[in-house]
């Protein structure tokens, strides 16, 4: 079973920057970030795989980057720009390839002023 410890989150104001990072306990197909608002259901941020190829949810497109190191499994999520709108819970997801899916325990994003 895969292990997913998540850093970063917190506190920041509207146009700041957040980075999150997320250390797999082994190798996985896919990583990435999902993110749920209170009474939403759990919504796609962004997803790398081991070739680099990317999903972003439209509204983060230009503001967030998703990164990964395959050498040390290491998924992360640099944030610029962020909104209020962004304000939520990021959960960190890792899927190996035709495998069941993990999730990290959360970390909470609040974006105010």
């Known amino acids: 079973q895969v292990q997913l410890a998540e850093s970063g989150g917190g506190l920041v104001q509207p146009g700041g920057s957040l980075r999150l990072s997320c250390a797999a306990s082994?190798?996985?197909?896919?990583m990435g970030w999902f993110r749920q608002f209170p009474g939403r259901q759990r919504e796609l941020v962004a997803t790398?795989?081991?070739?680099?190829?990317?999903n972003y949810q439209d509204s983060v497109k230009g503001r967030f980057t998703i990164t990964r190191d395959n050498a040390k499994n290491i998924v992360n999520l640099q944030m610029n720009a962020l909104k209020p709108e962004d304000t939520g819970v990021y959960y960190c997801?890792?899927?190996?390839?035709?495998?069941?899916?993990?999730w990290g325990q959360g970390t909470q994003v609040t974006v105010s002023s």
């Open positions: 790398i795989n081991t070739a680099d190829i990317i």
């Open positions: 997801y890792a899927r190996a390839l035709g495998g069941p899916e993990y």
């Open positions: 082994e190798s996985a197909y896919r």
